[in-house]
């Protein structure tokens, strides 16, 4: 008996997105399609207005297309009511914001939770400890965001987009906010993830060095996919 193909975690099926309607309607993604295969490591550049983020939030169930399919797993997420795509999006997807998107009232102990606490699913506290030791915040759980730093909020960002496990990380500049510094070490921290927890990350940069450490590099212009270049195997 023959081995069935593994299905690739991403499928994207002549993906569209439209503004508005009539003479004021703007086409921001125009017949989009690729898969990525599970565990890889994707970037996606392309000039400011290319679509890049439109794609990554329709992605990440966060916008509904016009036209085409995501499928997350095999899911097609835009069939989801919203209730089930809130869950589904908290379950399988992680998403990181380049301006961290953090509840200012929360500790940073409850910012991380917060994803499990919505889903109303038990804190693995002792998990939850070793997640913030490994991103460099075991003495900040109890801090309040803006209490810390650019970096130090990124990595609460990056933790709770992780705190799930998710299969499908989605980062949206996460260091166009950072120095070059704290831009290097949030980038090693998604890359050991990624690694770590075979899990599929896609990032949107402008950073021509940062997108070069991919496995593959998807340049957007235009709302369209102009180009999927392969780095490594």
């Known amino acids: 008996m023959e081995n069935t193909p593994a299905r690739p975690l991403l499928q994207v099926r002549g993906l569209g997105k439209v503004y508005g309607s009539g003479q004021t309607a703007v086409a921001a993604l125009q017949d989009v399609s690729f898969t990525v295969e599970r565990g890889s490591f994707v970037s996606i550049v392309g000039p400011s207005g290319s679509g890049k983020s439109t794609l990554l939030h329709i992605l990440g169930g966060v916008d509904r297309p016009t036209a085409g ?3 997350v797993d095999g899911v097609d997420i835009g069939t989801l009511p919203e209730s089930r795509l ?3 999006r908290r379950r399988q997807i992680g998403l990181v914001y380049q301006f961290y998107n953090l509840i200012p009232a929360l500790t940073v102990e ?3 939770a917060l994803p499990l606490l ?3 699913r038990p804190v693995d506290r002792a998990r939850l400890v070793e997640l913030a030791a490994r991103l ?3 003495d900040k759980l109890r801090a309040l965001p803006g209490e810390l730093s650019g970096g130090q909020q990124q990595r609460v960002s990056i933790g ?3 705190i799930t496990r998710p ?3 989605l980062a949206d500049e996460p260091t166009g906010n950072l120095d070059t510094k704290n831009s290097a070490a949030i980038l090693a921290l998604l890359r050991q993830f990624h690694r770590q927890f075979d899990q599929t990350l896609l990032l949107i940069t402008h950073d021509p060095a940062i997108a070069r450490q991919a496995d593959r590099v998807l340049s957007i212009e235009d709302g369209r996919l102009a180009k999927d270049e392969v780095i490594r195997p």
């Open 69 to 71: 399919q995501v499928l």
């Open 86 to 88: 809130a869950v589904f």
């Open 110 to 112: 409850e910012n991380l």
């Open 118 to 120: 919505l889903d109303r």
């Open 136 to 138: 460099g915040l075991a």
């Open 160 to 162: 709770r987009a992780l």
């Open 167 to 169: 299969a499908l990380v």
